[in-house]
């Protein structure tokens, strides 16, 4: 390498680096100065926690005077259970209108995509109405509903692509042995389909799981809020008391950061895949 | 999906390719159709209605809209929350281009090394919610933390610090460069991925010409990458004019100062589910949302129209 190109190559690190700094430094403040003492906090914002400023006050206090626990198993349940049937449906979904010529499949397939691109979110007025009068209203049903509708048109886009890209003799030889066409999907295809979950999670998981709007909407007592609705309530009720906000914020935030950073590969490699083009 | 279809599906019988597709395509269809296309089309028909304090409902057909865009009363924030959504949009395209172009382009230099690391820290913020996030850059930059002011004074800015988040005239450019800093991450990892795409001849004939990284990226990536930059600007024009979870956890359904932050989704929220001032109205709710709905189609139809025909010229 000659001078000049190190040199080149420095100033590419420095500025990865300064936008690195720039996009984490925001988040480190916050984890690192809920776990401080009131003083610290405001005395040395930059300074992370030593042996004399340590606390934990704020997180005690979250614990006692919100209902995190529950807040968190809410999110979980509907996360998961959006997730699963989004994948379920929507792999069954892709592989009908990859699989089966019939008529009007391109309508349908066309009929499925409008949900890609106009939100949900506008039906709110109407959804609202509906899950009042199923009697849904303020259950965590109504939520992972509305989820599952909103995840499946972009899951059964990707997912059409990735059941194209299955070698069709695969299909063919399980059928020639009169394997029924169910089995040849669960049994065959399905399992194949395990890289392209971590495709369809960054664009339903994610979501779902800092959604605002629709447990704002849908959702009115303590115990059906979700960690997003929780912590934002919680945010505002305890504005002036810093350590609990920043607990709160860090208990937001560190279950993310710890999830992605374990799938962070997967996820980066899902999201840079041919399926998003 | 113009797939060739297998011989052995097409040739199998009527009533037992209608079971398959009822069974395979039926719960998809059933919960998308129910839940998210007729809220949508139930929402378009409630706004030709309104309800008097009985909760009886009576047509009225555009008066809702005619209101909406006639009454000062109702005609005055909708165009403020429109104008606002403009100018967050126009923040959008103006840094969060740019910036994602410019980092893509240094994350795909050929032998950069660290760079699952650059792009998995750069990509975080995008994964967190948008209220964790909007509430961190609230405490950032509030005076009675002075983290921010802190930080400006170290390097001798001191004077230029401002509690932005809370003057009429910054708060709405300070919240959307918030949005830009979380979201940043999607250009930046999509025009990557394009970038990544672009077939190493072309890159090495034009090294041969006697071409600098500078131009080949200029004059080579930048142009055969154009169709992912309008494909990310037309998912951020949909997010932008469909957003509400921001404003909202920074500054309330009220969008202070004096609705300077106000965009069509607090007011949408504001109008429907009520708020201080005024009560709930479902039915005009839904005839913001029906506008919503369109200028969101708008967006969409001279993307679809304008940018990709013209694209389509260059694609290779």
């Not at chain 2, 961190?136 to 390097?155: E, M, Q, Y």
């Not at chain 2, 830009?180 to 394009?194: E, N, R, S, T």
Request: aromatic share 12%.
């Amino acid at each position: 390498m000659t001078a000049e190109q190190r040199a080149k190559s420095l100033g590419v690190h420095l500025v990865l680096i300064a936008y690195s700094l720039l996009a984490v430094g925001p988040i480190l403040l916050v984890v690192m100065n809920s776990f401080k003492v009131r003083s610290a906090i405001f005395g040395s914002p930059l300074a992370p926690p030593d042996a004399a400023t340590f606390s934990l006050v704020g997180y005690e206090k979250v614990f006692r005077s919100s209902h995190i626990l529950t807040y968190y198993s809410n999110s979980l349940i509907v996360t998961l259970v959006s997730m699963a049937l989004v994948l379920l449906f929507g792999a069954m979904a892709a592989w009908a209108l990859t699989e089966y010529r019939f008529r009007g499949s391109t309508a349908l397939a066309l009929f499925l995509s409008i949900g890609i691109m106009v939100p949900i979110r506008l039906g709110s007025v109407a959804i609202l109405n509906m899950m009042r009068s199923a009697g849904l209203n303020d259950t965590l049903t109504a939520l992972i509903l509305v989820y599952v509708a909103q995840g499946l048109p972009m899951s059964i886009f990707i997912l059409s692509e990735f059941i194209q890209q299955i070698p069709r003799d695969l299909r063919d030889a399980a059928r020639c042995d009169g394997v029924p066409e169910t089995r040849i999907f669960f049994e065959v295809v399905a399992p194949l389909l395990r890289p392209a979950i971590a495709t369809v999670a960054v664009f339903t998981i994610v979501p779902i799981w800092n959604d605002l709007w629709f447990p704002l909407i849908l959702t009115s007592s303590d115990s059906t809020h979700t960690v997003t609705l929780g912590v934002q309530q919680f945010l505002g009720q305890y504005i002036t008391d810093w350590n609990s906000v920043l607990a709160a914020l860090s208990m937001a935030i560190l279950p993310v950061v710890m999830i992605y950073v374990i799938l962070s590969r997967q996820l980066i490699a899902g999201l840079t895949s041919g399926a998003v083009k | 999906m113009a797939e060739p279809v297998s011989n052995i599906t097409a040739q199998m019988p009527r009533a037992k390719l209608a079971g398959l597709l009822l069974f395979f395509l039926g719960p998809a269809v059933v919960i998308y159709t129910l839940f998210s296309i007729y809220p949508l089309v139930a929402t378009m028909a409630l706004s030709t209605y309104t309800s008097d304090p009985s909760g009886a409902r009576s047509f009225v057909g555009l008066a809702n809209f005619e209101t909406l865009l006639g009454d000062a009363l109702w005609s005055k924030p909708f165009w403020n929350a429109l104008g606002n959504n403009l100018i967050f949009f126009a923040v959008h395209m103006c840094m969060q281009n740019p910036i994602g172009i410019a980092l893509a382009g240094l994350l795909s230099l050929p032998g950069l090394r660290l760079k699952g690391f650059y792009r998995t820290v750069m990509f975080l913020p995008t994964m967190l919610s948008v209220v964790i996030v909007g509430f961190s850059w609230n405490l950032i930059l509030s005076p009675l933390w002075g983290v921010a002011a802190g930080a400006l004074k170290a390097v001798g800015l001191g004077s230029l610090f401002a509690p932005w988040l809370g003057l009429e005239s910054s708060a709405l450019v300070t919240l959307s460069l918030i949005s830009v800093w979380q979201f940043v991450g999607i250009p930046m990892m999509l025009i990557y991925a394009a970038l990544l795409n672009i077939p190493e001849e072309l890159i090495d004939a034009a090294r041969v010409d006697g071409l600098g990284q500078f131009r080949i990226f200029f004059h080579i990536k930048l142009p055969l990458v154009l169709p992912t930059i309008s494909l990310v600007s037309v998912l951020t024009f949909v997010a932008n004019f469909n957003a509400f979870d921001l404003i909202y956890s920074v500054k309330g359904a009220l969008a202070g100062p004096n609705f300077a932050t106000d965009i069509l989704g607090t007011f949408f929220y504001r109008t429907f589910f009520g708020n201080q001032l005024q009560l709930g109205n479902p039915t005009m709710g839904a005839a913001v949302a029906t506008v919503m709905f369109f200028i969101i189609l708008l967006g969409l139809c001279l993307y679809l129209f304008l940018v990709q025909r013209r694209i389509r010229r260059y694609a290779f």
